[in-house]
């Protein structure tokens, strides 16, 4: 393992709860939980194993699964003697500790003055000029963007209001802080709700859960001025992963991973992270199981670079999974952002795609109602949005909109280990 870096709340190390992940082979896995529970029965010396398939209780904040049938995880408390055992047991592909998880932003009005954003547009300019000179690149020079009346820079720049498609019919689950639920701008919408957070309820008030949903789904004309939402019909489901705080344990963020996709949401969006550089089989066994049905997780790539003092980072868990799209964030300029991590050596460490994630204006909790943000939190939301929007008007699912949307991405004069295939779009120009 990695030596963790310091932890912050823009930075966040590897923190344990003391569990366990028990991250489950194939064949023990079907139509039922069967051999799943007896597997996990015997290797944690529970008598009675709860399991996801399990009918839920009245109180649904209050069931907490030791097995997530669906994902092919199980959560449990080992000593040191049954740890060795279950690491030497060949039924499991792997053991992990569980981690704590924190939001990937860097805070309201991101810390970024002008002089940043000149000096990055600049940089932008003369990689794409000496591309060119150099005959490597056909790519356009990069525009630069900004906020107007009636549109963010971000939906500008992604080309969400040159397309007729709205969301209408596609389930976009946004697992994070949860929902401000009084906030006019979500009004007569479709959300369904569930909180994973022992103790705390869905309504938000960090204000990262409601900002990456106003992103990802927010209104056509909210009422507090320029449209900032993109797949404005869709269905909204608000899983509260992290607590209040902005931390959450894996076990939440995969026991709120399996209900949105039982739930029927085609789309994950996940704006959370750690810094760790090497791959999570449990978040990869739940990205391939989303993908086998259909659903695409897509995750913030992490903000642990300093670009500026030559640290580009890495894209850390879960973004890193193989199965999981890992977005970059990009400024008005198109530039790369400095705090957005690079590509990694890990098999699935790289950027797949990019997003506006910088100086990004989106719902608050009340009584403030908007705020500019900035990190690959934000990025990761207009990822999600125009996937909906793409699955809309193509119908594709799971690997096929995967598959969609870095096909339709806009080439950028960057390195592609920064922003994958490139700058998302929904025009697919």
């Not at 400024?331 to 991590?341: K, N, P, R, V, W």
């Not at 506006?356 to 690959?376: A, I, K, N, Y």
Request: hydrophobic share 40%; net charge negative.
């Amino acid at each position: 393992m990695t030596e963790p870096r310091p932890t912050d709340t823009d930075r966040p190390g590897a923190t344990f709860t003391g569990r366990y992940l028990l991250v489950l082979g194939d064949d023990l896995l079907g139509d039922d939980d069967t051999a799943a529970r007896t597997c996990v029965r015997e290797l944690t010396g529970q008598a009675e194993i709860t399991s996801s398939r399990d009918a839920l209780p009245l109180a649904p904040s209050g069931f907490h699964p030791t097995l997530l049938a669906r994902l092919g995880v199980a959560v449990a408390e080992l000593d040191p003697d049954r740890l060795r055992a279950a690491r030497a047991d060949r039924r499991l592909l792997a053991v992990e500790p569980e981690r704590v998880q924190r939001t990937l932003g860097t805070g309201p009005a991101g810390g970024l003055s002008a002089e940043y954003l000149r000096g990055f547009a600049d940089a932008a300019t003369f990689l794409r000029d000496r591309a060119v000179a150099a005959g490597t690149t056909d790519a356009p020079a990069p525009a630069r963007f900004g906020d107007t009346d009636q549109l963010t820079w971000g939906l500008q720049a992604t080309g969400v209001d040159a397309v007729p498609e709205t969301g209408a019919g596609i389930g976009v689950a946004v697992l994070d802080t949860g929902l401000d639920l009084d906030h006019p701008d979500f009004a007569g919408r479709d959300i369904e709700s569930r909180s994973f957070v022992d103790g705390q309820q869905v309504q938000d008030v960090k204000g990262h859960g409601t900002h990456c949903a106003g992103t990802a789904c927010g209104p056509l004309t909210p009422g507090s001025g320029r449209r900032y939402g993109i797949a404005y019909e869709s269905r909204i489901l608000i899983g509260k992963v992290l607590g209040d705080d902005g931390a959450g344990a894996d076990a939440g963020i995969l026991e709120g991973i399996e209900w949105a996709i039982t739930s029927g949401a085609q789309i994950i969006s996940m704006s959370l992270g750690v810094d760790l550089d090497e791959v999570s089989a449990a978040y990869e066994n739940a990205g391939r199981r989303a993908l086998d049905a259909g659903v695409l997780i897509i995750a913030a790539a992490g903000n642990n670079a300093e670009r500026s003092a030559g640290d580009a980072g890495f894209v850390g868990v879960p973004a890193n999974s193989p199965s999981i799209m890992a977005v970059g964030a990009v400024d008005a300029a198109l530039a790369i952002a400095d705090f957005s991590a690079a590509s990694s050596a890990v098999d699935g460490g790289q950027v797949d795609i990019a997003g506006p994630g910088v100086d990004v204006h989106s719902s608050w909790p009340m009584p403030q109602r908007t705020e500019s943000t900035s990190g690959t939190s934000m990025a990761a939301p207009h990822v999600a949005g125009i996937a909906a929007l793409l699955s809309q008007r193509t119908g594709a699912r799971g690997r096929d909109l995967w598959t969609g949307l870095t096909q339709a991405a806009q080439r950028l004069p960057l390195p592609s280990g920064d922003v994958g295939a490139g700058l998302v779009r929904a025009s697919g120009s």
